[in-house]
């Protein structure tokens, strides 16, 4: 347990969060393009990316 604190310290006193959390959003856009460019209907289309919205949002 020591070692989780010590390196969820260690991660909040450098740009790592930051760094780590633009990655996710970056992969979550990249991952949506094909969703925005799928011959579904808007419905299927708003689940995915609402699906995939929920699956990667955190508490911050």
């Known amino acids: ?3 989780i604190v010590r390196w969820r ?3 909040a006193a450098t740009p790592a ?3 780590i959390e633009q990655l996710i959003a ?3 856009a990249e991952a949506l393009r ?3 460019a799928a011959p579904v209907d808007d419905f299927v289309e708003g689940a ?3 699906l995939a919205l929920r699956c990667t949002g955190r508490d911050r």
């Open 34 to 36: 094909p969703v925005a």
């Open 1 to 3: 347990m020591h070692d």
């Open 48 to 50: 995915l990316s609402d």
């Open 9 to 11: 310290r260690l991660i």
């Open 17 to 19: 969060r930051l760094r």
């Open 26 to 28: 970056d992969r979550v």
